[in-house]
Protein backbone atom coordinates (compact mmCIF):
# COMPACT_ATOMS: atom_id res chain seq x y z
CA UNK A 1 0.00 0.00 0.00
CA UNK A 2 1.53 3.42 -0.93
CA UNK A 3 0.22 6.50 -0.48
CA UNK A 4 3.11 9.33 -1.51
CA UNK A 5 0.74 12.01 -0.54
CA UNK A 6 -0.36 10.89 3.24
CA UNK A 7 1.50 12.56 5.50
CA UNK A 8 3.65 9.98 7.90
CA UNK A 9 1.38 10.27 11.27
CA UNK A 10 -1.58 9.65 8.32
CA UNK A 11 0.22 6.97 6.82
CA UNK A 12 0.47 5.23 9.77
CA UNK A 13 -3.12 5.55 10.76
CA UNK A 14 -3.86 3.81 7.18
CA UNK A 15 -1.40 1.31 7.68
CA UNK A 16 -2.62 0.67 11.42
CA UNK A 17 -6.63 0.56 9.84
CA UNK A 18 -5.74 -1.64 6.93
CA UNK A 19 -3.60 -4.11 9.44
CA UNK A 20 -6.83 -3.52 11.93
CA UNK A 21 -8.84 -5.57 8.78
CA UNK A 22 -6.36 -7.89 7.92
CA UNK A 23 -6.36 -9.11 11.98
CA UNK A 24 -10.45 -8.54 12.35
CA UNK A 25 -10.18 -11.08 9.01
CA UNK A 26 -8.12 -13.70 10.22
CA UNK A 27 -10.08 -13.63 13.35
CA UNK A 28 -13.05 -14.80 11.47
CA UNK A 29 -11.53 -18.41 11.03
CA UNK A 30 -11.44 -18.63 14.75
CA UNK A 31 -15.66 -18.70 14.10
CA UNK A 32 -15.36 -15.45 16.26
CA UNK A 33 -19.04 -13.79 16.36
CA UNK A 34 -19.11 -9.85 15.83
CA UNK A 35 -20.61 -8.01 19.09
CA UNK A 36 -24.06 -8.39 19.06
CA UNK A 37 -26.07 -4.91 18.10
CA UNK A 38 -28.10 -5.05 21.34
CA UNK A 39 -24.87 -4.57 23.53
CA UNK A 40 -25.19 -0.98 22.04
CA UNK A 41 -29.04 -0.60 23.75
CA UNK A 42 -26.77 1.29 26.95
CA UNK A 43 -25.95 4.31 24.32
CA UNK A 44 -29.06 4.30 22.05
CA UNK A 45 -31.58 4.56 25.50
CA UNK A 46 -30.72 7.94 26.66
CA UNK A 47 -30.35 8.95 22.90
CA UNK A 48 -34.18 7.70 22.04
CA UNK A 49 -35.67 9.22 25.89
CA UNK A 50 -34.77 12.92 23.95
CA UNK A 51 -36.03 12.43 20.51
CA UNK A 52 -39.45 13.87 19.64
CA UNK A 53 -41.80 11.94 17.70
CA UNK A 54 -40.64 13.55 14.48
CA UNK A 55 -37.21 13.14 14.92
CA UNK A 56 -38.07 9.58 15.41
CA UNK A 57 -40.02 9.33 12.01
CA UNK A 58 -37.33 10.82 10.43
CA UNK A 59 -34.89 8.14 11.31
CA UNK A 60 -37.28 5.95 9.60
CA UNK A 61 -37.69 7.71 6.53
CA UNK A 62 -35.26 7.21 3.42
CA UNK A 63 -35.99 9.10 0.36
CA UNK A 64 -33.58 8.93 -2.79
CA UNK A 65 -31.66 12.06 -3.33
CA UNK A 66 -32.58 12.73 -6.66
CA UNK A 67 -36.26 13.78 -5.21
CA UNK A 68 -35.28 15.82 -2.57
CA UNK A 69 -35.51 19.24 -3.99
CA UNK A 70 -34.44 21.24 -1.21
CA UNK A 71 -31.36 19.58 0.86
CA UNK A 72 -32.83 21.32 3.94
CA UNK A 73 -35.24 18.92 4.33
CA UNK A 74 -32.33 16.28 5.79
CA UNK A 75 -32.31 18.85 8.80
CA UNK A 76 -35.97 19.76 8.40
CA UNK A 77 -37.22 16.43 8.13
CA UNK A 78 -34.50 15.00 10.64
CA UNK A 79 -33.92 12.79 7.61
CA UNK A 80 -32.26 9.06 9.13
CA UNK A 81 -31.02 8.11 5.69
CA UNK A 82 -30.73 8.67 1.75
CA UNK A 83 -30.49 6.36 -0.72
CA UNK A 84 -29.24 6.43 -4.76
CA UNK A 85 -31.51 3.76 -6.54
CA UNK A 86 -30.22 2.21 -9.61
CA UNK A 87 -29.96 5.54 -11.91
CA UNK A 88 -29.77 7.94 -9.38
CA UNK A 89 -26.64 9.72 -9.88
CA UNK A 90 -25.12 13.04 -8.74
CA UNK A 91 -25.92 16.31 -11.29
CA UNK A 92 -22.77 16.69 -11.94
CA UNK A 93 -22.28 13.54 -13.64
CA UNK A 94 -21.04 10.13 -12.58
CA UNK A 95 -17.40 11.04 -11.58
CA UNK A 96 -15.84 9.25 -8.05
CA UNK A 97 -15.36 13.23 -7.53
CA UNK A 98 -19.19 13.69 -8.32
CA UNK A 99 -20.20 10.65 -6.24
CA UNK A 100 -17.98 11.56 -3.10
CA UNK A 101 -18.82 15.53 -3.52
CA UNK A 102 -22.88 14.65 -3.25
CA UNK A 103 -21.96 12.50 -0.29
CA UNK A 104 -20.58 15.11 1.66
CA UNK A 105 -22.70 17.86 0.86
CA UNK A 106 -25.70 15.30 2.02
CA UNK A 107 -24.04 14.67 5.21
CA UNK A 108 -23.17 18.04 5.97
CA UNK A 109 -27.02 18.96 6.56
CA UNK A 110 -27.25 16.09 9.16
CA UNK A 111 -24.75 17.74 11.45
CA UNK A 112 -27.64 20.94 11.40
CA UNK A 113 -30.47 19.03 13.49
CA UNK A 114 -30.51 19.30 17.00
CA UNK A 115 -29.22 15.91 17.62
CA UNK A 116 -27.16 15.43 14.53
CA UNK A 117 -27.55 11.85 14.24
CA UNK A 118 -25.77 11.89 10.93
CA UNK A 119 -27.69 10.17 7.43
CA UNK A 120 -26.96 6.19 6.17
CA UNK A 121 -26.67 6.77 2.66
CA UNK A 122 -27.32 3.45 0.75
CA UNK A 123 -26.64 2.28 -2.93
CA UNK A 124 -26.95 -0.73 -5.00
CA UNK A 125 -23.59 -2.12 -5.29
CA UNK A 126 -24.19 -5.71 -5.88
CA UNK A 127 -20.85 -6.18 -8.31
CA UNK A 128 -18.62 -3.45 -7.13
CA UNK A 129 -19.42 0.01 -6.86
CA UNK A 130 -21.30 -0.67 -10.17
CA UNK A 131 -22.88 3.07 -10.00
CA UNK A 132 -19.47 4.98 -10.53
CA UNK A 133 -17.48 5.14 -13.35
CA UNK A 134 -13.85 3.40 -13.10
CA UNK A 135 -14.99 1.46 -10.37
CA UNK A 136 -13.83 -2.23 -10.40
CA UNK A 137 -16.86 -4.01 -12.01
CA UNK A 138 -16.68 -7.82 -10.47
CA UNK A 139 -18.84 -11.19 -12.14
CA UNK A 140 -22.43 -10.86 -11.17
CA UNK A 141 -23.22 -13.42 -7.87
CA UNK A 142 -24.00 -16.32 -10.72
CA UNK A 143 -20.42 -16.55 -11.77
CA UNK A 144 -19.16 -15.95 -8.03
CA UNK A 145 -21.21 -19.07 -7.10
CA UNK A 146 -19.45 -20.76 -9.65
CA UNK A 147 -16.08 -20.24 -8.13
CA UNK A 148 -17.20 -22.14 -4.88
CA UNK A 149 -14.57 -20.10 -3.50
CA UNK A 150 -16.26 -18.09 -0.13
CA UNK A 151 -12.31 -16.79 0.91
CA UNK A 152 -12.63 -14.82 -2.88
CA UNK A 153 -15.65 -14.00 -2.32
CA UNK A 154 -15.13 -11.94 1.19
CA UNK A 155 -12.06 -10.43 -0.72
CA UNK A 156 -14.53 -9.52 -3.27
CA UNK A 157 -17.03 -7.65 -1.24
CA UNK A 158 -14.15 -6.21 1.25
CA UNK A 159 -12.48 -4.15 -2.30
CA UNK A 160 -16.15 -3.68 -3.12
CA UNK A 161 -16.66 -1.91 0.62
CA UNK A 162 -13.42 -0.08 0.38
CA UNK A 163 -14.63 1.20 -3.26
CA UNK A 164 -17.57 2.84 -1.42
CA UNK A 165 -15.77 4.16 1.38
CA UNK A 166 -14.02 5.56 -1.21
CA UNK A 167 -17.16 7.95 -2.18
CA UNK A 168 -18.19 8.82 1.91
CA UNK A 169 -21.37 5.80 1.20
CA UNK A 170 -21.52 3.82 4.45
CA UNK A 171 -24.38 1.07 3.47
CA UNK A 172 -24.55 -1.30 0.38
CA UNK A 173 -27.69 -3.11 -0.38
CA UNK A 174 -25.91 -6.14 -1.14
CA UNK A 175 -25.95 -9.45 -0.70
CA UNK A 176 -28.66 -10.81 -2.38
CA UNK A 177 -29.03 -14.38 -1.07
CA UNK A 178 -32.46 -15.15 -3.18
CA UNK A 179 -32.16 -18.87 -3.81
CA UNK A 180 -33.64 -18.53 -7.37
CA UNK A 181 -35.30 -21.38 -8.80
CA UNK A 182 -36.53 -20.72 -12.44
CA UNK A 183 -34.17 -19.29 -14.53
CA UNK A 184 -36.82 -17.25 -16.46
CA UNK A 185 -36.59 -14.64 -13.68
CA UNK A 186 -34.54 -11.73 -14.63
CA UNK A 187 -32.88 -11.73 -11.37
CA UNK A 188 -31.49 -14.97 -11.57
CA UNK A 189 -28.05 -13.69 -11.95
CA UNK A 190 -27.97 -11.53 -8.60
CA UNK A 191 -28.20 -15.51 -6.99
CA UNK A 192 -25.06 -17.17 -6.00
CA UNK A 193 -27.17 -20.67 -6.68
CA UNK A 194 -30.25 -22.48 -6.83
CA UNK A 195 -28.75 -24.86 -4.29
CA UNK A 196 -29.80 -23.37 -0.79
CA UNK A 197 -26.37 -24.69 1.20
CA UNK A 198 -24.08 -23.18 -1.21
CA UNK A 199 -26.36 -19.48 -0.92
CA UNK A 200 -25.68 -19.82 2.64
CA UNK A 201 -21.96 -20.20 2.53
CA UNK A 202 -21.28 -17.48 -0.05
CA UNK A 203 -24.27 -14.80 1.33
CA UNK A 204 -22.42 -15.36 4.91
CA UNK A 205 -18.29 -14.42 3.10
CA UNK A 206 -20.40 -11.51 1.29
CA UNK A 207 -21.38 -10.42 4.63
CA UNK A 208 -17.49 -10.87 6.20
CA UNK A 209 -16.32 -9.07 3.55
CA UNK A 210 -18.65 -5.68 3.76
CA UNK A 211 -18.34 -5.36 7.40
CA UNK A 212 -15.91 -7.20 8.57
CA UNK A 213 -15.79 -8.20 12.61
CA UNK A 214 -16.45 -4.61 13.45
CA UNK A 215 -18.57 -2.54 11.68
CA UNK A 216 -16.79 0.47 13.50
CA UNK A 217 -13.67 0.64 11.35
CA UNK A 218 -13.89 3.15 9.16
CA UNK A 219 -13.71 0.65 5.87
CA UNK A 220 -16.45 -1.64 6.81
CA UNK A 221 -19.60 -1.41 4.78
CA UNK A 222 -22.88 -1.83 6.52
CA UNK A 223 -24.30 -4.92 4.43
CA UNK A 224 -28.08 -5.60 3.33
CA UNK A 225 -29.35 -9.44 3.05
CA UNK A 226 -31.87 -9.08 0.81
CA UNK A 227 -34.87 -10.16 -0.59
CA UNK A 228 -36.28 -11.82 2.02
CA UNK A 229 -38.22 -14.03 1.63
CA UNK A 230 -38.99 -16.67 -1.65
CA UNK A 231 -37.87 -13.94 -3.91
CA UNK A 232 -36.74 -16.58 -6.04
CA UNK A 233 -39.17 -18.61 -5.90
CA UNK A 234 -42.22 -17.00 -6.95
CA UNK A 235 -44.66 -18.69 -9.83
CA UNK A 236 -44.26 -18.00 -13.48
CA UNK A 237 -47.20 -15.48 -14.72
CA UNK A 238 -47.77 -14.47 -10.81
CA UNK A 239 -45.60 -11.15 -11.61
CA UNK A 240 -48.11 -8.02 -11.54
CA UNK A 241 -48.89 -7.54 -14.34
CA UNK A 242 -48.93 -11.61 -15.36
CA UNK A 243 -46.48 -11.82 -17.38
CA UNK A 244 -43.43 -13.20 -15.44
CA UNK A 245 -41.81 -13.77 -12.35
CA UNK A 246 -40.37 -10.45 -10.57
CA UNK A 247 -42.61 -9.54 -7.61
CA UNK A 248 -44.48 -12.15 -7.79
CA UNK A 249 -46.37 -15.05 -5.45
CA UNK A 250 -44.24 -17.89 -3.79
CA UNK A 251 -46.81 -20.43 -3.49
CA UNK A 252 -44.86 -23.52 -1.24
CA UNK A 253 -46.04 -24.79 2.82
CA UNK A 254 -43.50 -23.12 5.21
CA UNK A 255 -41.33 -26.12 5.60
CA UNK A 256 -40.40 -25.63 1.78
CA UNK A 257 -40.11 -22.03 2.30
CA UNK A 258 -37.60 -22.47 5.54
CA UNK A 259 -35.58 -24.99 3.64
CA UNK A 260 -35.00 -23.22 0.34
CA UNK A 261 -35.53 -20.31 1.06
CA UNK A 262 -34.42 -19.16 5.03
CA UNK A 263 -30.72 -20.48 4.08
CA UNK A 264 -29.25 -17.37 3.66
CA UNK A 265 -30.78 -15.55 6.56
CA UNK A 266 -29.80 -17.98 9.29
CA UNK A 267 -26.12 -17.30 8.05
CA UNK A 268 -26.08 -14.08 7.35
CA UNK A 269 -27.81 -13.10 10.66
CA UNK A 270 -25.26 -15.33 12.58
CA UNK A 271 -22.56 -13.23 10.23
CA UNK A 272 -23.98 -9.92 12.02
CA UNK A 273 -25.38 -8.72 9.12
CA UNK A 274 -26.87 -5.39 10.37
CA UNK A 275 -29.98 -4.55 7.55
CA UNK A 276 -32.35 -7.23 6.26
CA UNK A 277 -34.81 -5.56 2.70
CA UNK A 278 -38.04 -7.78 2.28
CA UNK A 279 -38.88 -8.50 -0.91
CA UNK A 280 -41.54 -7.13 -3.12
CA UNK A 281 -42.92 -10.29 -3.68
CA UNK A 282 -45.94 -12.24 -1.83
CA UNK A 283 -45.60 -15.18 -0.05
CA UNK A 284 -49.20 -17.53 -0.76
CA UNK A 285 -50.67 -14.25 -1.86
CA UNK A 286 -49.97 -11.59 1.09
CA UNK A 287 -47.30 -9.32 0.54
CA UNK A 288 -43.88 -9.98 2.57
CA UNK A 289 -43.53 -6.85 2.92
CA UNK A 290 -46.70 -6.47 5.15
CA UNK A 291 -46.16 -10.18 6.83
CA UNK A 292 -45.67 -9.76 10.56
CA UNK A 293 -45.24 -13.53 10.73
CA UNK A 294 -42.25 -13.63 8.22
CA UNK A 295 -40.67 -9.81 9.54
CA UNK A 296 -41.24 -10.30 13.14
CA UNK A 297 -41.83 -14.11 14.34
CA UNK A 298 -39.51 -15.72 12.53
CA UNK A 299 -36.45 -12.86 11.20
CA UNK A 300 -36.56 -10.82 14.03
CA UNK A 301 -37.82 -13.20 17.36
CA UNK A 302 -36.59 -16.77 15.85
CA UNK A 303 -33.58 -16.39 14.33
CA UNK A 304 -32.99 -13.19 16.04
CA UNK A 305 -31.69 -10.50 13.97
CA UNK A 306 -30.98 -7.41 16.02
CA UNK A 307 -30.59 -5.01 13.01
CA UNK A 308 -33.28 -2.94 11.11
CA UNK A 309 -35.35 -4.34 7.66
CA UNK A 310 -35.42 -1.55 4.98
CA UNK A 311 -38.29 -2.14 2.55
CA UNK A 312 -37.47 -2.40 -1.00
CA UNK A 313 -37.94 0.66 -3.70
CA UNK A 314 -41.49 1.82 -3.07
CA UNK A 315 -42.75 -1.67 -1.68
CA UNK A 316 -45.06 -0.39 1.11
CA UNK A 317 -46.71 1.20 -1.68
CA UNK A 318 -48.03 -2.52 -2.76
CA UNK A 319 -49.25 -3.72 0.63
CA UNK A 320 -52.69 -1.88 -0.26
CA UNK A 321 -54.01 0.19 -2.44
CA UNK A 322 -54.68 2.88 0.27
CA UNK A 323 -51.54 4.73 1.06
CA UNK A 324 -51.39 5.55 5.29
CA UNK A 325 -53.00 1.90 5.47
CA UNK A 326 -50.23 0.35 3.76
CA UNK A 327 -47.80 1.99 6.06
CA UNK A 328 -49.77 1.40 9.23
CA UNK A 329 -49.57 -2.36 7.68
CA UNK A 330 -46.37 -2.63 6.82
CA UNK A 331 -44.44 -0.61 9.99
CA UNK A 332 -46.82 -3.00 12.29
CA UNK A 333 -45.52 -5.93 10.82
CA UNK A 334 -41.98 -4.81 11.41
CA UNK A 335 -40.35 -2.60 8.81
CA UNK A 336 -37.96 -0.54 10.57
CA UNK A 337 -36.81 1.78 7.80
CA UNK A 338 -38.96 2.66 4.65
CA UNK A 339 -37.64 3.74 1.27
CA UNK A 340 -39.49 6.32 0.10
CA UNK A 341 -37.80 7.49 -2.66
CA UNK A 342 -40.35 10.28 -3.82
CA UNK A 343 -43.18 10.54 -1.38
CA UNK A 344 -41.12 10.68 1.74
CA UNK A 345 -43.43 13.62 3.25
CA UNK A 346 -46.35 11.80 2.72
CA UNK A 347 -44.82 8.74 4.87
CA UNK A 348 -43.82 11.22 7.29
CA UNK A 349 -47.10 12.92 7.77
CA UNK A 350 -49.59 9.74 7.48
CA UNK A 351 -47.11 7.84 9.95
CA UNK A 352 -47.44 10.61 12.47
CA UNK A 353 -51.23 10.29 12.09
CA UNK A 354 -51.27 6.39 12.80
CA UNK A 355 -49.80 6.97 15.70
CA UNK A 356 -51.41 10.23 16.86
CA UNK A 357 -54.91 7.23 15.88
CA UNK A 358 -52.75 4.52 18.27
CA UNK A 359 -53.15 2.20 14.67
CA UNK A 360 -49.57 2.40 15.03
CA UNK A 361 -48.61 2.15 18.60
CA UNK A 362 -45.57 3.99 20.41
CA UNK A 363 -43.39 1.01 21.54
CA UNK A 364 -43.49 -0.21 17.82
CA UNK A 365 -41.91 3.06 16.80
CA UNK A 366 -39.42 2.70 19.63
CA UNK A 367 -38.29 -0.71 18.86
CA UNK A 368 -37.70 0.38 14.95
CA UNK A 369 -35.58 4.12 16.12
CA UNK A 370 -33.74 1.54 18.65
CA UNK A 371 -33.03 -0.76 16.24
CA UNK A 372 -31.84 1.81 13.32
CA UNK A 373 -29.56 3.94 16.20
CA UNK A 374 -28.12 0.46 17.40
CA UNK A 375 -26.62 0.33 13.72
CA UNK A 376 -25.69 3.99 13.42
CA UNK A 377 -23.36 3.33 17.15
CA UNK A 378 -22.12 -0.28 16.10
CA UNK A 379 -21.02 2.00 13.15
CA UNK A 380 -19.03 4.13 14.64
CA UNK A 381 -21.96 6.94 13.15
CA UNK A 382 -22.29 8.65 16.73
CA UNK A 383 -18.69 9.23 17.82
CA UNK A 384 -18.65 12.90 17.73
CA UNK A 385 -14.47 12.47 17.80
CA UNK A 386 -14.75 10.85 14.07
CA UNK A 387 -15.41 12.49 11.06
CA UNK A 388 -18.23 11.53 9.31
CA UNK A 389 -17.16 13.01 5.84
CA UNK A 390 -15.35 10.73 3.06
CA UNK A 391 -12.25 10.01 3.65
CA UNK A 392 -10.40 10.73 0.26
CA UNK A 393 -7.22 8.99 0.77
CA UNK A 394 -9.28 5.89 -0.28
CA UNK A 395 -9.74 7.60 -3.64
CA UNK A 396 -5.89 6.13 -4.55
CA UNK A 397 -6.86 2.57 -4.77
CA UNK A 398 -10.37 3.29 -6.12
CA UNK A 399 -10.28 1.06 -9.73
CA UNK A 400 -6.46 0.52 -8.67
CA UNK A 401 -4.37 -2.74 -10.22
CA UNK A 402 -4.67 -3.93 -7.33
CA UNK A 403 -8.74 -4.18 -7.13
CA UNK A 404 -8.72 -5.16 -10.52
CA UNK A 405 -6.74 -8.41 -10.21
CA UNK A 406 -8.93 -9.60 -7.28
CA UNK A 407 -11.71 -8.99 -10.17
CA UNK A 408 -9.85 -10.44 -12.77
CA UNK A 409 -9.20 -14.02 -10.42
CA UNK A 410 -12.47 -13.89 -9.82
CA UNK A 411 -14.06 -14.19 -13.46
CA UNK A 412 -10.66 -16.56 -13.93
CA UNK A 413 -12.50 -18.49 -11.16
CA UNK A 414 -16.07 -18.25 -12.56
CA UNK A 415 -15.76 -19.35 -15.61
CA UNK A 416 -17.44 -23.14 -16.75
CA UNK A 417 -15.95 -25.19 -19.35
CA UNK A 418 -18.84 -26.84 -20.87
CA UNK A 419 -17.64 -28.37 -23.89
CA UNK A 420 -13.58 -29.41 -25.23
CA UNK A 421 -13.61 -31.09 -28.19
CA UNK A 422 -10.53 -32.19 -29.86
CA UNK A 423 -8.37 -30.17 -26.84
CA UNK A 424 -9.57 -27.28 -29.04
CA UNK A 425 -8.72 -25.13 -25.78
CA UNK A 426 -6.21 -23.80 -24.33
CA UNK A 427 -5.08 -21.79 -27.78
CA UNK A 428 -1.64 -21.36 -28.19
CA UNK A 429 -0.50 -17.94 -27.86
CA UNK A 430 1.69 -17.89 -31.13
CA UNK A 431 -1.25 -18.50 -33.21
CA UNK A 432 -0.84 -17.31 -36.59
CA UNK A 433 -4.21 -15.80 -36.64
CA UNK A 434 -7.33 -15.77 -34.03
CA UNK A 435 -10.74 -14.03 -35.53
CA UNK A 436 -12.74 -12.76 -33.03
CA UNK A 437 -16.32 -12.62 -33.71
CA UNK A 438 -19.85 -11.68 -31.91
CA UNK A 439 -21.73 -8.55 -30.63
CA UNK A 440 -19.86 -9.16 -27.23
CA UNK A 441 -16.52 -9.55 -28.25
CA UNK A 442 -16.07 -5.82 -27.91
CA UNK A 443 -18.59 -4.73 -25.94
CA UNK A 444 -17.96 -3.65 -22.03
CA UNK A 445 -21.55 -3.15 -21.36
CA UNK A 446 -22.46 -6.66 -22.20
CA UNK A 447 -19.46 -8.32 -20.56
CA UNK A 448 -20.94 -6.51 -17.06
CA UNK A 449 -25.01 -7.21 -17.47
CA UNK A 450 -27.53 -4.95 -15.54
CA UNK A 451 -26.78 -3.02 -12.39
CA UNK A 452 -23.81 -1.30 -13.94
CA UNK A 453 -23.70 2.76 -14.07
CA UNK A 454 -27.63 2.94 -15.44
CA UNK A 455 -30.23 0.22 -13.48
CA UNK A 456 -30.64 -1.45 -16.71
CA UNK A 457 -27.07 -1.74 -17.96
CA UNK A 458 -26.44 -1.12 -21.23
CA UNK A 459 -24.62 -2.16 -24.57
CA UNK A 460 -21.48 0.15 -25.41
CA UNK A 461 -18.28 1.74 -24.00
CA UNK A 462 -20.20 2.05 -20.56
CA UNK A 463 -17.52 2.81 -17.96
CA UNK A 464 -13.68 3.48 -18.51
CA UNK A 465 -10.71 1.02 -17.17
CA UNK A 466 -12.00 -2.58 -17.76
CA UNK A 467 -11.07 -4.83 -20.19
CA UNK A 468 -13.08 -6.63 -23.23
CA UNK A 469 -12.21 -9.54 -24.66
CA UNK A 470 -11.12 -8.78 -27.48
CA UNK A 471 -8.52 -6.32 -26.10
CA UNK A 472 -7.30 -9.02 -23.75
CA UNK A 473 -6.90 -11.12 -26.78
CA UNK A 474 -5.17 -8.80 -28.21
CA UNK A 475 -2.63 -8.39 -25.16
CA UNK A 476 -2.72 -11.81 -24.24
CA UNK A 477 -1.40 -13.39 -27.85
CA UNK A 478 2.03 -13.24 -29.29
CA UNK A 479 3.40 -9.97 -31.08
CA UNK A 480 3.49 -12.41 -34.42
CA UNK A 481 -0.29 -13.34 -34.02
CA UNK A 482 -2.89 -11.45 -36.02
CA UNK A 483 -6.01 -10.78 -34.46
CA UNK A 484 -8.72 -10.28 -36.53
CA UNK A 485 -12.35 -9.15 -35.60
CA UNK A 486 -15.85 -9.02 -37.08
CA UNK A 487 -18.86 -8.83 -35.31
CA UNK A 488 -21.12 -10.95 -37.74
CA UNK A 489 -18.46 -13.76 -38.13
CA UNK A 490 -17.50 -13.42 -41.50
CA UNK A 491 -13.77 -13.14 -42.49
CA UNK A 492 -12.47 -15.77 -40.37
CA UNK A 493 -11.07 -17.95 -43.32
CA UNK A 494 -7.91 -19.00 -42.96
CA UNK A 495 -7.74 -18.14 -39.35
CA UNK A 496 -6.05 -20.71 -36.95
CA UNK A 497 -8.95 -20.44 -34.58
CA UNK A 498 -12.41 -18.62 -34.12
CA UNK A 499 -13.33 -16.95 -30.89
CA UNK A 500 -17.14 -15.99 -30.72
CA UNK A 501 -18.35 -13.83 -27.91
CA UNK A 502 -22.41 -14.11 -27.93
CA UNK A 503 -25.08 -13.56 -25.10
CA UNK A 504 -27.55 -12.09 -23.67
CA UNK A 505 -27.83 -7.95 -23.88
CA UNK A 506 -27.79 -6.44 -20.30
CA UNK A 507 -31.28 -6.02 -18.30
CA UNK A 508 -32.32 -5.87 -15.05
CA UNK A 509 -35.21 -6.76 -12.66
CA UNK A 510 -38.67 -6.63 -14.49
CA UNK A 511 -36.91 -6.26 -17.64
CA UNK A 512 -35.34 -9.41 -17.56
CA UNK A 513 -38.25 -11.63 -16.98
CA UNK A 514 -38.02 -14.21 -19.97
CA UNK A 515 -40.93 -16.52 -21.41
CA UNK A 516 -37.76 -18.54 -23.89
CA UNK A 517 -34.57 -18.25 -23.11
CA UNK A 518 -33.27 -19.44 -26.76
CA UNK A 519 -30.37 -17.51 -28.27
CA UNK A 520 -30.67 -14.65 -30.53
CA UNK A 521 -30.65 -15.24 -34.58
CA UNK A 522 -27.38 -12.78 -34.87
CA UNK A 523 -25.79 -15.47 -31.86
CA UNK A 524 -26.28 -18.45 -33.89
CA UNK A 525 -25.11 -16.78 -37.30
CA UNK A 526 -21.98 -15.24 -35.94
CA UNK A 527 -20.98 -18.80 -34.69
CA UNK A 528 -22.44 -20.60 -37.76
CA UNK A 529 -20.02 -17.72 -40.09
CA UNK A 530 -17.21 -18.43 -38.11
CA UNK A 531 -17.52 -22.54 -38.78
CA UNK A 532 -18.41 -22.08 -42.41
CA UNK A 533 -14.54 -21.61 -42.64
CA UNK A 534 -13.75 -24.81 -41.28
CA UNK A 535 -11.72 -23.58 -38.54
CA UNK A 536 -12.16 -24.80 -34.88
CA UNK A 537 -14.57 -22.88 -33.17
CA UNK A 538 -14.93 -21.68 -29.17
CA UNK A 539 -18.09 -19.83 -28.27
CA UNK A 540 -18.39 -17.48 -24.92
CA UNK A 541 -21.28 -16.97 -23.46
CA UNK A 542 -22.28 -13.84 -21.53
CA UNK A 543 -25.79 -14.55 -19.88
CA UNK A 544 -27.46 -13.67 -16.53
CA UNK A 545 -28.36 -17.37 -16.66
CA UNK A 546 -28.26 -20.59 -18.36
CA UNK A 547 -29.62 -20.34 -22.17
CA UNK A 548 -30.95 -22.54 -24.62
CA UNK A 549 -27.83 -24.17 -26.69
CA UNK A 550 -29.40 -25.76 -29.15
CA UNK A 551 -27.50 -26.11 -32.65
CA UNK A 552 -24.61 -24.02 -30.89
CA UNK A 553 -23.46 -26.53 -28.81
CA UNK A 554 -23.53 -29.15 -31.81
CA UNK A 555 -21.51 -25.95 -34.23
CA UNK A 556 -18.99 -25.39 -31.28
CA UNK A 557 -15.89 -27.49 -30.52
CA UNK A 558 -15.57 -25.32 -27.57
CA UNK A 559 -17.78 -23.76 -24.93
CA UNK A 560 -17.19 -21.26 -21.77
CA UNK A 561 -20.30 -20.20 -19.75
CA UNK A 562 -18.80 -16.94 -18.77
CA UNK A 563 -22.11 -15.70 -17.09
CA UNK A 564 -21.93 -11.35 -16.64
CA UNK A 565 -18.00 -11.51 -16.12
CA UNK A 566 -17.48 -7.54 -15.11
CA UNK A 567 -14.88 -5.12 -16.36
CA UNK A 568 -11.66 -7.70 -16.22
CA UNK A 569 -11.68 -9.60 -19.37
CA UNK A 570 -8.37 -10.49 -19.01
CA UNK A 571 -9.59 -13.42 -16.59
CA UNK A 572 -11.25 -14.56 -19.58
CA UNK A 573 -7.88 -14.65 -21.75
CA UNK A 574 -6.39 -15.99 -18.80
CA UNK A 575 -8.45 -19.18 -19.11
CA UNK A 576 -8.02 -19.72 -22.83
CA UNK A 577 -4.77 -19.35 -23.13
CA UNK A 578 -4.23 -21.63 -20.52
CA UNK A 579 -2.05 -19.87 -18.12
CA UNK A 580 -4.92 -21.15 -15.72
CA UNK A 581 -6.93 -24.33 -16.10
CA UNK A 582 -10.60 -23.90 -15.83
CA UNK A 583 -12.21 -24.87 -12.39
CA UNK A 584 -15.67 -23.24 -12.61
CA UNK A 585 -18.39 -25.90 -11.48
CA UNK A 586 -21.98 -24.87 -12.28
CA UNK A 587 -24.28 -23.08 -9.84
CA UNK A 588 -27.54 -23.68 -11.54
CA UNK A 589 -28.96 -26.47 -13.41
CA UNK A 590 -28.46 -25.70 -17.55
CA UNK A 591 -31.26 -27.42 -19.37
CA UNK A 592 -31.91 -28.64 -22.31
CA UNK A 593 -35.21 -27.14 -23.45
CA UNK A 594 -37.25 -25.11 -21.86
CA UNK A 595 -39.78 -27.89 -20.66
CA UNK A 596 -36.39 -28.27 -18.24
CA UNK A 597 -36.49 -24.91 -16.70
CA UNK A 598 -37.78 -25.32 -13.52
CA UNK A 599 -35.69 -28.91 -13.00
CA UNK A 600 -33.39 -28.85 -9.98
CA UNK A 601 -30.35 -31.58 -8.52
CA UNK A 602 -32.62 -34.02 -6.55
CA UNK A 603 -35.44 -34.32 -8.89
CA UNK A 604 -36.82 -37.24 -9.95
CA UNK A 605 -35.68 -38.17 -13.71
CA UNK A 606 -33.02 -35.70 -13.16
CA UNK A 607 -31.33 -35.56 -16.98
CA UNK A 608 -30.43 -31.68 -17.88
CA UNK A 609 -28.03 -31.02 -20.24
CA UNK A 610 -25.33 -30.10 -17.68
CA UNK A 611 -26.27 -31.16 -14.40
CA UNK A 612 -25.78 -28.60 -11.07
CA UNK A 613 -21.84 -28.48 -10.06
CA UNK A 614 -20.21 -29.85 -14.02
CA UNK A 615 -17.67 -28.23 -15.17
CA UNK A 616 -14.87 -29.63 -17.28
CA UNK A 617 -11.13 -28.85 -16.71
CA UNK A 618 -7.89 -29.18 -19.01
Known amino acids: MHHP ?16 FLASYQATSAASQPRALSSF ?57 AWTDLYDRLQQHSTRT ?3 IPILYGVDAVHGHNNVLGAVIFPHNIGLGCTRNAGLVERVERITAEEVRATGIQWAFAPCVTVPRDVRWGRSYEGFSEDPQLVKELGEAAVRGFQGMDLSNPRAVLACAKHYIGDGGTTFGSSRGGRGLDQGDTRMDEATLRRIHLQGYISTVKAGVGTIMPSYSSWNGVKVSGDKRLLTGILKQE ?43 EFIADLKQLVAEGTVPMPRIDDAVTRILRVKFAMGLMDKSRPQLADRSLHKTFGSPEHRRVAREAVRESLVLLKNQNKTLPMAKAAVRIHVAGKSADDMGNQCGGWTIDWQGKGGDVTPGGTTVLAAIKKAASKNTQVTFSKDGKGAAGATVGV ?31 KSAGIPVVVILFSGRPMILGEVLDKADAVIAAWLPGTEGEGITDVLFGDFKPKGKLSYTWPRTMAQITM ?9 LFAYGFGLSY
Request: without cysteine; aromatic residues 6%.
Open 5 to 20: HLSRSALALSVVSAAG
Open 41 to 97: DPQVKPLLAQMTLEEKIGQMTQPDQEHIKDLSDIENLYLGSVLSGGSSDPKEGNSLQ
Open 114 to 116: RLQ
Open 303 to 345: LGFEGFLISDYNAIDQVDRDYKKAIGISINAGMDMAMVPSRYK
Open 500 to 530: VVIGEPPYAEGNGDRADLKLAQEDVDAVNAV
Open 600 to 608: HAGDANYDP
